[in-house]
């Protein structure tokens, strides 16, 4: 069975920093990774998108890494800002299957 | 491009009664999903829909059911509402094969059961 962990659960870090948030999975058959951020009492808004065959996508300040071997992906964000501050989340999906598979999320405070 | 639209946004309703929420896809998209939010389980996939079929099923009881229309708008029902029922649930909607591509999301409904 799938699961998705991430660590940490919480971080708070000055503006500025650049920071790492980590998504592990115990399967490593999946057909891409998704991160999302979500602010409070929101939806939740794709940030980058990672098939299996590829190693890392980048969208501005964002870069994310999968390493399917190993089964983990990193989200890194550059520069922080308060406006990063938000809950982040990591998805599988499955091959075999249509649903994803979520991590709880790592909640990111940018203190200005 | 209009993003995807779930109505009401917010809903209160007491145990037992039945509730319908509403989902409509990104022009064009044919995949929709629907997840259910709670602070206790996080995120939870309830089903997938393609071309008015129900692909996948999460491990949800009978009381949910969703269906598909002709335009890819999608619909999910809850009868005889429960407490626990009471979370955020999210509709996402796919340019092709459901979760093989990348998802996106819509606001929300907030369901809260008295």
């Known amino acids: 069975k799938q699961e998705v962990t991430q660590i940490p659960a919480a971080l708070s870090v000055p503006e500025g920093e650049n920071l790492v948030l980590n998504c592990s999975f115990t399967d490593s058959a999946i057909y891409n990774l998704q991160w999302f951020r979500q602010d409070p009492g929101k939806g939740l808004t794709s940030l980058l998108l990672?098939?299996?065959s590829q190693r890392e996508q980048t969208s501005g300040r964002l870069n994310a890494s999968l390493d399917k071997s190993s089964g983990r992906s990193t989200l890194y964000i550059a520069a922080s800002q308060p406006g990063d501050s938000a809950t982040y989340l990591c998805?599988?999906?499955?091959?075999?299957?249509?649903?994803?598979?979520w991590g709880a999320g790592t909640k990111l405070i940018i203190k200005p | 491009k209009a993003g995807v639209t779930q109505t009401p946004r917010y809903l209160i309703k007491t145990r037992g009664q039945q509730v319908t929420l509403s989902c409509s896809p990104i022009?064009?998209?044919?995949?929709v999903s629907w997840y259910q939010q709670t602070p206790g389980q996080g995120l939870q996939f309830l089903f997938e829909?393609?071309?008015?079929?129900?692909?996948n099923k999460g491990n949800f009881p009978g009381r949910f059911s969703g269906r598909q229309f002709s335009n890819s708008r999608s619909e999910m029902n809850v009868s005889t509402l429960e407490l626990g029922d009471s979370a955020l649930y999210l509709c996402?909607?796919?340019?092709?094969?459901?979760?093989?591509?990348?998802?996106?999301f819509g606001p929300g409904t907030r369901l809260t059961v008295t």
């Open positions: 022009s064009g998209h044919r995949s």
């Open positions: 998805a599988v999906s499955l091959n075999s299957n249509y649903q994803l598979i």
């Open positions: 990672i098939q299996s």
């Open positions: 829909y393609f071309s008015e079929t129900q692909r």
């Open positions: 996402a909607s796919s340019s092709a094969s459901g979760a093989s591509y990348e998802q996106y």
